[in-house]
């Protein structure tokens, strides 16, 4: 049986280290009693750069750093790796994501430099291709920073909006967590972009790690599964250009499919609010899925919140200073 969306009308008008990129357009949706236009995509090539910063000359590091893969929106193809020491491809053991572990020396500047380049084809997510929910994970356990909170959930979602279809139910939950948080990353005000469900909660606002957080959280206290997925967002112009950091999304799951919603999007443009849920546009790239990552080989931390940038480790302490150097190129 195919599995759709409810039919709706959508109107439109033209519309460093937890960043994200600019608001992201959507094309436009036409109410049809025929089936939806295909899925649009775009191939670009993608350019996962970073040099680690403010080492001592000549300190040793490990890195971990995701590898982006073919899932069900995507075909990532592994270009060239420029990297400073001997690499290893390995896998988290937590939720299957691929990764690319080195261990290298920082040059006389302090800095170990690092470059993927992918190919990438991404395609646009509706309801015409929805992922296929595959059995053997249960996505409605709690993380450390997304706690299964009945409480929480009711500050977003009333008891008597719990009532009906597991579709209804998750687009009330989308609407009621859009509502209660504002798109916001004050340099005044820390916290944000941890993806911390209470704190998102109490504080309203955040960037999109906050925004996913809460909704997940709520969404798995009704036993909805639902996950994080994490990337890098790819500007709306063709052509080239950097791409200014990271952005995530969620997914729930529905008659047997993966529904995805896109909160903190919608937030920054709310024309767009029928489409991202239901709906992702192809103008993105997913590097890994999950929270709460348990990296190998083994990091002497024991989880990793989420990743999307390298993950380094000094010492057996965690080392975060890094400039960004994300590029995509499209493909004609």
Same mark, same amino acid.
């Given at each position: 049986?195919?599995?759709?969306?409810?039919?709706?009308?959508?109107?439109?008008?033209?519309?460093?280290?937890?960043?994200?990129?600019?608001?992201?357009?959507?094309?436009?949706?036409?109410?049809?009693?025929?089936?939806?236009?295909?899925?649009?995509?775009?191939?670009?090539?993608?350019?996962?750069?970073?040099?680690?910063?403010?080492?001592?000359?000549?300190?040793?590091?490990?890195?971990?750093?995701?590898?982006?893969?073919?899932?069900?929106?995507?075909?990532?193809?592994?270009?060239?790796?420029?990297?400073?020491?001997?690499?290893?491809?390995?896998?988290?053991?937590?939720?299957?994501?691929?990764?690319?572990?080195?261990?290298?020396?920082?040059?006389?500047?302090?800095?170990?430099?690092?470059?993927?380049?992918?190919?990438?084809?991404?395609?646009?997510?509706?309801?015409?291709?929805?992922?296929?929910? #595959?059995?053997? =994970? %249960?996505? *409605?356990? !709690?993380?450390?920073?997304?706690?299964?909170?009945?409480?929480? @959930?009711?500050?977003?979602?009333?008891?008597?909006?719990?009532?009906?279809?597991?579709?209804?139910?998750?687009?009330?939950?989308?609407?009621?967590?859009?509502?209660?948080?504002?798109?916001?990353?004050?340099?005044?005000?820390?916290?944000?972009?941890?993806?911390?469900?209470?704190?998102?909660?109490?504080?309203?606002?955040?960037?999109?790690?906050?925004?996913?957080?809460?909704?997940?959280?709520?969404?798995?206290?009704?036993?909805?599964?639902?996950?994080?997925?994490?990337?890098?967002?790819?500007?709306?112009?063709?052509?080239?250009?950097?791409?200014?950091?990271?952005?995530?999304?969620?997914?729930?799951?529905?008659?047997?499919?993966?529904?995805?919603?896109?909160?903190? #999007?919608?937030? =920054? %443009?709310? *024309?767009? !609010?029928?489409?991202?849920?239901?709906?992702?546009?192809?103008? @993105?790239?997913?590097?890994?899925?999950?929270?709460?990552?348990?990296?190998?080989?083994?990091?002497?931390?024991?989880?990793?919140?989420?990743?999307?940038?390298?993950?380094?480790?000094?010492?057996?302490?965690?080392?975060?200073?890094?400039?960004?150097?994300?590029?995509?190129?499209?493909?004609?």
């Amino acid at each position: 049986m195919k599995f759709a969306l409810p039919l709706m009308l959508f109107v439109f008008v033209s519309p460093l280290w937890a960043q994200e990129a600019p608001k992201q357009e959507a094309p436009k949706q036409v109410e049809t009693a025929e089936p939806a236009a295909q899925p649009k995509s775009r191939t670009f090539r993608f350019t996962y750069g970073a040099t680690l910063t403010e080492l001592k000359p000549g300190a040793q590091v490990r890195v971990w750093i995701p590898l982006a893969t073919n899932t069900a929106d995507q075909e990532a193809a592994l270009v060239s790796m420029d990297l400073p020491g001997k690499h290893q491809e390995t896998t988290d053991s937590s939720h299957g994501n691929k990764l690319i572990y080195f261990e290298a020396k920082a040059n006389k500047d302090g800095e170990v430099p690092m470059k993927v380049l992918y190919r990438v084809t991404r395609r646009e997510v509706t309801a015409a291709n929805y992922e296929a929910v #595959e059995q053997g =994970k %249960d996505w *409605t356990q !709690a993380s450390k920073l997304v706690p299964t909170s009945e409480k929480l @959930r009711k500050v977003v979602l009333s008891d008597a909006a719990t009532k009906g279809s597991r579709l209804d139910v998750a687009r009330r939950l989308y609407l009621g967590v859009g509502k209660h948080m504002k798109y916001d990353k004050p340099a005044d005000k820390p916290g944000w972009g941890q993806g911390d469900a209470l704190w998102a909660c109490d504080s309203r606002f955040g960037n999109c790690t906050d925004f996913h957080s809460l909704f997940i959280s709520a969404a798995r206290s009704l036993k909805i599964p639902s996950r994080f997925e994490i990337g890098f967002p790819v500007p709306t112009q063709r052509g080239s250009g950097e791409v200014g950091g990271y952005h995530c999304w969620a997914k729930f799951q529905s008659a047997g499919k993966w529904v995805p919603v896109d909160i903190s #999007e919608a937030d =920054k %443009d709310p *024309t767009l !609010a029928d489409y991202y849920f239901g709906n992702l546009t192809e103008n @993105r790239v997913t590097f890994s899925i999950g929270r709460d990552l348990v990296l190998q080989p083994a990091a002497a931390s024991p989880r990793v919140n989420y990743l999307a940038y390298p993950y380094a480790e000094v010492d057996g302490k965690p080392h975060k200073s890094f400039r960004k150097e994300f590029r995509y190129e499209d493909v004609k």
